[in-house]
């Protein structure tokens, strides 16, 4: 298996712009989550997604974010419109049980800069 | 408020020698505890984990060690390898719960 596929790796936009994420979980699994990487904060879930079902987006930090999963295979982050504190890297991860906390896989993340 | 701390954001240790990492948690409703591998441009990988049930657990070089009355954790590396050089975050889950928090992160480098 490939692993978690994101896309595109880096991106670099200017504020205001729209941004979207793109991400392809492992075949099979049915959780999906959205991370973003700060420095000042480390790791914070963004939204967790089971069966393709929004379940968690308490961590979306506002209305300029939003994220959907139209199948089992693919998800997309947005961002609209971006600012410069939304630079970050944002990893998108998959697992395979909803019931406990089981091992998520990550992607390679996608480094954001807006300038 | 960071429920999950990681205070020692960067440790250096001699190729050889144990590395020990640590993790601290405020939520007494964690019971079951990760640690992740991270190099650069890459995504983190899963490296150990332990259940609350238990007080330590152990992989070949890499040790976890669950002190829940203190509910501190470590993760003990020996003998350390220039290949172990990475970011390590620590994250916690409560039972019954698909939520990961992650701590902010230790940089290890690892001196051949």
């Known amino acids: 298996d490939a692993g978690v596929i994101q896309s595109p790796r880096h991106e670099v936009t200017e504020m205001g712009q729209e941004v979207t994420l793109r991400c392809k979980p492992i075949s099979g699994h049915n959780s999906l989550f959205w991370y973003r990487q700060t420095m000042m904060r480390g790791l914070e879930l963004l939204i967790y997604?089971?069966?393709?079902?929004?379940?968690?987006d308490s961590g979306m930090p506002e209305d300029r974010f939003s994220a959907k999963m139209p199948n089992a295979s693919f998800s997309t982050l947005k961002i609209q419109p971006s600012e410069p504190r939304d630079s970050a890297v944002y990893f998108c991860?998959?697992?395979?049980?909803?019931?406990?906390?089981?091992?998520?896989?990550f992607g390679p993340g996608t480094r954001l800069t807006v300038t | 408020d960071q429920q999950v701390k990681q205070n020692s954001p960067s440790l250096s240790v001699q190729e050889g020698r144990i590395s020990i990492l640590n993790c601290d948690y405020t939520n007494s409703m964690f019971d079951y505890f990760l640690w992740y591998k991270k190099y650069p441009a890459e995504g983190p990988t899963f490296l150990i984990s332990i259940s609350s049930i238990k007080d330590k657990n152990e992989d070949g070089r890499f040790t976890v060690f669950l002190n829940k009355s203190a509910k501190h954790l470590s993760l003990h590396i020996v003998p350390s390898q220039p290949g172990d050089s990475a970011v390590y975050f620590c994250a916690a889950s409560a039972k019954g719960t698909y939520k990961y928090i992650f701590g902010t992160g230790t940089r290890l480098k690892v001196l051949a």
């Open positions: 997604f089971n069966n393709n079902v929004p379940i968690d």
């Open positions: 991860a998959s697992s395979g049980d909803r019931a406990v906390a089981y091992e998520q896989y």
